[in-house]
């Protein structure tokens, strides 16, 4: 396995993958690779910093681990690959833009519009073993992705969290006063309309960027989405 980033990200996790837990995590994900499929593949396991630079992030969404099966998990949380049917999760996201603010509900599920906006879609995990759901927890995934929200954090200019579910908003904790917190259900059928339909989360996000006279985000996706 291999840290394919760049920018501030490498200065600033340099020193996370130079520690022995992450080499042993490395061992540990190229072991797994040598005898099972292994989502997402591993040019994609950083997509979400790839995808937005540190200097960018404005809205965090923090996922679980990445979707198990196959041809879904491209290492943006939430997100699939244009193609896939989007997952249940997903579509009750879709469910509540539209709600929300009127966004036509999406045809795929490729998210990588937002990212490009200054939205980091995180993982806590970045790999899975094919249809073994959190198959990858606790080898170390969890202390290199507690790293980047740190180093979120850590950031001046306050990035809005958008915590759906308990394991997310755990991290709320940690978060300095001056970051701003959303909390809701996670999106998924089983939790979805215990708080997170009506959360109106994305309207939040527009209208707090707008008070210090950012951009907003465009959550409407593009009709025809070009792979990145």
């Not at 992450?22 to 099972?36: I, N, P």
């Not at 540190?54 to 943006?76: C, F, K, S, T």
Request: net charge negative; hydrophobic share 40%; with cysteine.
């Amino acid at each position: 396995m291999y840290t394919n980033v760049s920018g501030t990200w490498q200065c600033l996790l340099q020193p996370e993958i130079e520690k022995p837990y992450f080499q042993a995590l490395a061992s540990f994900v190229d072991d797994e690779r040598s005898q099972y499929a292994v989502f997402p593949e591993e040019a994609n396991v950083f997509s979400a910093l790839q995808h937005t630079a540190y200097e960018q992030v404005r809205v965090v969404i923090l996922g679980q681990d990445p979707y198990h099966n196959v041809g879904q998990a491209h290492g943006l949380c939430f997100s699939v690959l244009p193609g896939v049917k989007p997952p249940p999760s997903l579509v009750n996201i879709y469910k509540e833009l539209k709600s929300d603010l009127d966004v036509p509900l999406a045809e795929h599920g490729y998210l990588a519009s937002w990212a490009r906006q200054g939205v980091l879609m995180l993982n806590a995990i970045l790999t899975v073993r094919a249809h073994e759901p959190l198959s990858h927890r606790n080898h170390g995934w969890e202390t290199f992705t507690t790293a980047i929200l740190q180093a979120v954090i850590a950031k001046e200019t306050p990035v809005i969290f958008l915590l759906w579910g308990s394991p997310a908003q755990k991290i709320a904790n940690t978060l300095h006063p001056r970051h701003i917190m959303l909390k809701a259900a996670h999106p998924s059928p089983l939790s979805a309309y215990r708080g997170f339909f009506g959360c109106k989360h994305f309207s939040q996000v527009n209208a707090l960027l707008a008070e210090r006279e950012e951009p907003p985000i465009d959550w409407c996706l593009p009709v025809n989405p070009i792979l990145e």
